[in-house]
């Protein structure tokens, strides 16, 4: 394969080969990343902050659960204390904005995360505005999707804002190039095309968001130099609807059935095997963008603990 066409493998980590496709690795933006945070946990440190990041669970699902202890785990390794609310599935929905109040109001919380899905009774948009703005470390209240969108980002949502680091650490070239995301999404879709619009770094892409109602996404498709695919639709994109040397970003993660221990697998949106034929850059599922998620929740967390406490963090 040759060089992307819109920058990436030029000497981007761990390619030695300039004609090989660029695996974008995840696990290692993410391992820098999260340095980076134990880095600034040490600052609040000095200042007598801890930082705090509160989950709530309020369902049954096993996915969500493993995903919240998955949180907890990424913040004691940077030494963020976390503190777990569980709330029954069928408990009435006051119960969950009262959890909301509190943690707002407590001192030692920075960082409020309410796993989603929320059960049906529960209304999802009166859940995300309850969270105090300051403490939205998901970046999902309208203050600061509005913020986002007017160049002005407090915290940016944790997958795009990963996405956005992985083009980043790889030189891929936003710039003026030809962005698709497939997928509008108030978690990734929007807040992604959101933030390769901007005039910042980063950003400047030409970005055209597609979804289920697009017509002709495969013209759209073959003319991207990025894709960022985010439809939750198991490896719909493949190697020929590709332009040659893209930079990809899977971001889907979908689970199918295979014959392994657990009875399945996890694959992305993207046919990894044919787009790497393709692409100048891809991203795998796993260890592309999920850990990236992850990290950046962390990152999100001990920024705002330096907002509330009024610590200089010097963080995007
Ligand atoms: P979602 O279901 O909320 O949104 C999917 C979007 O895809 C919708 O906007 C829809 O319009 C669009 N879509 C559906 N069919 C389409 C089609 N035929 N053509 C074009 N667009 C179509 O999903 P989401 O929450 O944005 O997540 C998307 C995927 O990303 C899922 O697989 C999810 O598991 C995964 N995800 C991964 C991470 C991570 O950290 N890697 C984080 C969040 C979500």
Same mark, same amino acid.
Request: a negative charge; one cysteine or more.
């Given at each position: 394969?040759?060089?992307? #066409?819109?920058? #990436?493998?030029?000497?981007?980590?761990?390619?030695?080969?300039?004609?090989?496709?660029?695996?974008?690795?995840?696990?290692?933006?993410?391992?820098?990343?999260?340095?980076?945070?134990?880095?600034?946990?040490?600052?609040?440190? *000095?200042?007598?902050?801890?930082?705090?990041?509160?989950?709530?669970?309020?369902?049954?699902?096993? #996915?969500?659960?493993? +995903?919240?202890?998955?949180?907890?785990?990424?913040?004691?390794?940077?030494?963020?204390?976390?503190?777990?609310?569980?709330?029954?599935?069928?408990?009435?929905?006051?119960?969950?904005?009262?959890?909301?109040?509190?943690? /707002?109001?407590? *001192?030692?919380?920075?960082?409020?995360?309410?796993?989603?899905?929320?059960?049906?009774?529960?209304?999802?948009?009166?859940?995300?505005?309850?969270?105090?703005?300051? !403490?939205?470390?998901?970046?999902?209240?309208?203050? /600061?999707?509005?913020?986002?969108?007017?160049? *002005?980002?407090?915290?940016?949502?944790?997958?795009?804002?990963?996405?956005?680091?992985?083009?980043? #650490?790889?030189?891929?070239?936003?710039?003026?190039?030809?962005?698709?995301?497939?997928?509008?999404?108030?978690?990734?879709?929007?807040?992604?095309? /959101?933030?390769?619009?901007? !005039?910042?770094?980063?950003? /400047?892409?030409?970005?055209?968001?597609?979804?289920?109602?697009?017509?002709?996404?495969?013209?759209?498709?073959?003319?991207?130099?990025?894709?960022?695919?985010?439809?939750?639709?198991?490896?719909?994109?493949?190697?020929?609807?590709?332009?040659?040397?893209?930079?990809?970003?899977?971001?889907?993660?979908?689970?199918?059935?295979?014959?392994?221990?657990?009875? +399945?697998?996890?694959?992305?949106?993207?046919? +990894?095997?044919?787009?790497?034929?393709?692409?100048?850059?891809?991203?795998?599922?796993?260890?592309?963008?999920?850990?990236?998620?992850?990290?950046?929740?962390?990152?999100?967390?001990?920024?705002?603990?330096?907002?509330?406490?009024?610590?200089?963090?010097?963080?995007?």
């Amino acid at each position: 394969m040759t060089e992307s #066409a819109n920058g #990436a493998g030029g000497d981007a980590p761990g390619d030695d080969d300039p004609d090989a496709t660029t695996i974008i690795d995840g696990e290692s933006v993410a391992a820098d990343v999260r340095a980076d945070v134990a880095a600034h946990v040490e600052t609040l440190a *000095d200042a007598g902050v801890t930082p705090g990041l509160a989950t709530v669970l309020m369902s049954d699902d096993p #996915a969500s659960e493993t +995903y919240v202890s998955m949180k907890q785990r990424d913040c004691e390794e940077v030494g963020i204390e976390s503190v777990h609310v569980e709330i029954d599935a069928d408990a009435p929905a006051d119960e969950l904005y009262e959890t909301i109040d509190d943690l /707002n109001d407590r *001192d030692d919380v920075h960082g409020i995360l309410v796993q989603l899905p929320v059960p049906d009774h529960v209304d999802k948009r009166s859940v995300l505005r309850r969270i105090a703005p300051e !403490k939205d470390v998901d970046g999902f209240h309208p203050e /600061n999707v509005g913020r986002l969108v007017a160049g *002005d980002a407090r915290f940016k949502p944790c997958t795009p804002h990963g996405v956005q680091k992985l083009l980043a #650490a790889y030189d891929v070239e936003t710039e003026g190039a030809d962005a698709v995301v497939v997928g509008r999404s108030d978690i990734v879709g929007k807040p992604m095309a /959101n933030l390769l619009i901007q !005039k910042s770094p980063v950003g /400047n892409a030409t970005t055209t968001v597609c979804h289920s109602r697009t017509e002709d996404l495969e013209g759209k498709l073959a003319a991207a130099d990025i894709v960022i695919a985010a439809a939750g639709m198991s490896e719909f994109v493949d190697g020929s609807m590709l332009k040659p040397g893209a930079t990809v970003i899977d971001v889907g993660i979908n689970r199918v059935e295979a014959e392994t221990e657990k009875g +399945y697998e996890l694959v992305g949106d993207v046919d +990894y095997e044919s787009a790497t034929e393709v692409a100048g850059a891809i991203t795998p599922v796993p260890g592309g963008v999920g850990p990236m998620t992850r990290a950046m929740l962390l990152h999100n967390t001990v920024k705002a603990a330096g907002i509330q406490s009024d610590v200089a963090i010097d963080l995007d």
